[in-house]
T-cell receptor, first 111, second 115 residues
């Protein structure tokens, strides 16, 4: 069964710092990997989707990489801002469109 | 498009009562997913449908839980009878296709509290 792990579970950084969130998965047979953001009491907002054939995707200050063979993905956030404070979840898609989620990294960006 | 719509947003009920959660997927999407999120267990997939047909319900915790999708624009998740341990946020999500190559969009969730 696919297991998705996110490290660290929580992260606190000063505003302006560049940071990296990590996601690892046990089964490399995935269709894609998606990074989400969840604000307290809210739903999940999709940030980036990386297809299994891709190595990275970029959107503004966010860059996500995928190394399928080693079962790893990273989400890089440049020049962090207090508005980036949220929980970030990664999810991989396996057979039959089944999503497997990590437990998330709770990010706090201090002004 | 309004995105995935869920109702109600909040539900408070007493143990033993029937609870029905509703979801309207994004128009044109043919796959629909129900998830449950708790602090202890994180985000769990309960069931998903493709073209209105249940494909995988292995995540449904007990027979007290049932889900239907009578048409492409509506799905329900029912809990009968409800128990305090069912308290969680229930999310509905939709996507286009079955290949796993497409982005999944989430609704705002229904926060269920069973007293």
């Amino acid at each position: 069964k696919q297991e998705v792990t996110q490290i660290p579970a929580a992260l606190s950084v000063p505003e302006g710092e560049n940071l990296v969130l990590n996601c690892s998965f046990t089964d490399s047979a995935i269709y894609n990997l998606q990074w989400f953001r969840q604000d307290p009491g809210k739903g999940l907002t999709s940030l980036l989707l990386i297809q299994s054939s891709q190595r990275e995707q970029t959107s503004g200050r966010l860059n996500a990489s995928l190394d399928k063979s080693s079962g790893r993905s990273t989400l890089y956030i440049a020049a962090s801002q207090p508005g980036d404070s949220a929980t970030y979840l990664c999810a991989v898609t396996g057979n039959f469109n089944k999503f497997y989620f990590g437990s998330g990294t709770k990010l706090n960006v201090k002004p | 498009d309004a995105g995935v719509i869920q109702s109600p947003r909040h539900e408070v009920t007493e143990m033993g009562q029937e609870v029905t959660l509703r979801c309207k997927p994004i128009s044109g999407h043919n796959s629909l997913f129900w998830y449950r999120q708790t602090m202890m267990r994180g985000l769990e997939l309960l069931i998903y449908f493709n073209n209105n047909v249940p494909i995988d319900d292995s995540g449904m915790p007990e027979d007290r839980f049932s889900a239907k999708m009578p048409n492409a624009s509506f799905s329900t998740l029912k809990i009968q009878p409800s128990e305090p341990r069912d308290s969680a946020v229930y999310f509905c999500a939709s996507t286009l296709g079955t290949s796993g190559s497409n982005e999944q969009f989430f609704g705002p969730g229904t926060r269920l509290t069973v007293l």
